[in-house]
């Protein structure tokens, strides 16, 4: 496909990794494509969203990228109706509006992410085709039950007409690693410190994938005329968050033996936020692997190391 303006909405805590500037850098030549940045605040290549809401997307616009959302780990946020609220607004409204603005273009590609909670969490192998009923709130928006819900809304939230010609395209993310932003950049100090270790027993499951790796997924989901649908946006390597907390520690050369209590974790971050640590799902890319896609990271020794 030929790029030609890609408009990306971003993701806050990922800003850093998951820039414009970082792609194209990599992978895009700035000579012959052109961008948008969509963020709260206009600036240079940028427009906000109330700009979005009452312009439109670029009249140029080839593809549309969308990864924005509030972090909804962050521990200085209370878990409040408010702090709720911001967590859906930030992923289900925005992506309700560039689904919206993209059926006025003529885009090609509609790129969004979610999340492996749209998996329950169980000993149950899921892969893209894998169907799951809506478990709680990051499955129910209703009741503040806070993980399934929400994947399944902001899912539906990017749901084109069925008449469009427009190639959708929705990577279910795991715990992104790297080194500005995501997982990584919460643990180092602890770690660094010998204060790390691993979340509870370490038993649950960690689909994880390399910045470096679900950036490539985006490019290769905008550029390619075959990919569309759901994509599970982890590495090929089923690990525990124990096998995770081993290999890390492992790289920094730091001890990790301090388990994180889970009455520490609901304290924190409340127990639904804390469910998003203290359970997991085992989740295989299948569709990701037979499309062709190629990993820089599929062992989480050389991720760890990377990072």
């Known amino acids: 496909m030929t790029l030609k303006h890609v408009v990306i909405g971003k993701l806050h805590w990922l800003r850093l990794c998951i820039s414009p500037r970082w792609w194209y850098r990599f992978y895009w030549d700035t000579d012959s494509i052109s961008y948008t940045c969509i963020s709260r605040m206009p600036g240079p290549n940028r427009i906000s969203w109330h700009d979005l809401e009452c ?24 878990w409040s109706e408010g702090f709720k609220q911001n967590v859906i607004n930030s992923r289900v409204e925005t992506t309700k509006s560039l689904a919206k603005a993209i059926t006025c273009t ?12 749209y998996y329950k969490p169980n000993n149950k192998e899921y892969t893209e085709e894998s169907k799951c009923e809506k478990y709680d709130f990051l499955s129910v928006i209703t009741s503040f039950q806070i993980v399934s819900e929400l994947c399944h809304e902001w899912e539906a939230a990017a749901q084109l007409p069925k008449d469009s010609n427009i190639r959708q395209t929705t ?40 910045i470096s790796d679900l950036v490539n997924l985006f490019l290769f989901s905008i550029e390619n005329k075959t990919v569309h649908g759901i994509l599970n946006g982890v590495a090929p390597q089923i690990i525990t968050n124990k096998e995770f907390t081993n290999a890390f520690a492992s790289v920094i050369r730091r001890p990790a033996c301090i388990p994180v209590p889970r009455i520490f974790l609901n304290s924190i971050f409340s ?14 890319p299948k569709r ?13 020794n050389c991720a760890c190391a990377e990072n």
């Open 288 to 300: 990701v692997k037979e499309l062709g896609f190629q990993y820089q990271y599929v062992d989480i």
């Open 55 to 78: 312009y439109g997307l670029p009249e140029n616009t080839t593809a549309v990228i969308n990864v924005a959302g509030q972090n909804i780990l962050d521990p200085k946020q209370r």
């Open 106 to 117: 003529k885009a090609n590609a509609f790129v969004t992410i979610s999340g492996v909670s």
């Open 171 to 210: 990577i279910r993310s795991g715990v992104v690693l790297g080194k500005t932003g995501g997982m990584i950049k919460q643990i180092y100090l602890p770690f660094f410190f010998g204060l790390g270790g691993p979340i509870a027993n370490g038993n649950q499951y960690m689909p994880w994938i390399h």
């Open 271 to 284: 127990k639904e936020r804390a469910k998003i640590m203290l359970e997991g799902q085992k989740v295989i």
